[in-house]
């Protein structure tokens, strides 16, 4: 099974402040990538896609990729205390029908 | 667009029962696709269907569990003798041949 490891927190930070979550893969023929986000006990919303290397913005958040690293990163600024979520990182290839393979997530408090 | 609709929302079994759910996707939507989250877990892939044909099962898919997708509309996900390591939040999701899935509300199983 190929691995997405995300540090699974709490990340705790104040409003108005960066969020910074970040995401390891280990299948180097991944080639989609994206941000979830989960509040408790609801299904997983999509936020950020991103395929190609460099970033990608979309009002508050900035997705960045860097497949040499086989790193995904994922910004939050003006972080509001209704970004408090569990942030999913998951990967996807051509090869599996774009079957996603989740990280664990990372839990994100921020504070008022 | 009334978005992927799960039934039921909660299901309280007792085990070896056999429990039946049931997704809509989006209607335009060709792939479909299962998953199954526990607590503090990212959701792990099922399988996924594209019109009705089964592309992709996961070894997580024991001989218990069953889908179909009749005639490339709705799913159901059957399983057969539940066990108590059954109870998960079972997602569906779709997709068009692009990226980016639309998740269901999930249905949330209990075996007692």
């Known amino acids: 099974q190929k691995e997405v490891e995300q540090n699974s927190g709490p990340l705790s930070v104040p409003e108005g402040a960066i969020a910074s979550l970040n995401c390891t893969y280990s299948?180097?023929?991944?080639?989609?990538f994206f941000w979830y986000r989960q509040y408790s006990g609801k299904s997983p919303e999509l936020i950020m896609s991103i395929y190609s290397n460099g970033d990608k913005e979309d009002g508050r958040f900035t997705a960045q990729l860097n497949k040499a690293s086989q790193y995904v990163s994922l910004l939050i600024r003006d972080s509001q205390p209704s970004d408090s979520a569990t942030y999913l990182c998951a990967v996807s290839n051509s090869n599996s029908g774009y079957a996603l393979n989740f990280g664990k997530g990372t839990s994100l408090l921020v504070t008022p | 667009d009334t978005g992927v609709s799960q039934d039921p929302r909660h299901k309280i079994t007792k085990r070896g029962q056999n429990v039946t759910f049931r997704c809509d996707p989006i209607?335009?939507?060709?792939?479909l696709y299962w998953y199954r989250q526990t607590l503090g877990q990212g959701p792990e892939f099922l399988t996924y269907?594209?019109?009705?044909?089964?592309?992709?099962k996961s070894r997580l898919l024991s001989d218990r569990f069953s889908a179909e997708r009749p005639k490339g509309s709705f799913s159901t996900l059957e399983i057969q003798r539940t066990e108590q390591g059954d109870s998960a939040m079972y997602l569906c999701?779709?997709?068009?041949?692009?990226?980016?899935?639309?998740f269901g509300s999930g249905t949330r199983l209990t075996v007692v």
């Open positions: 299948d180097r023929v991944s080639q989609s």
């Open positions: 269907f594209q019109n009705e044909a089964q592309l992709e």
């Open positions: 209607s335009e939507h060709n792939r």
């Open positions: 999701a779709s997709s068009t041949a692009a990226y980016g899935y639309t």
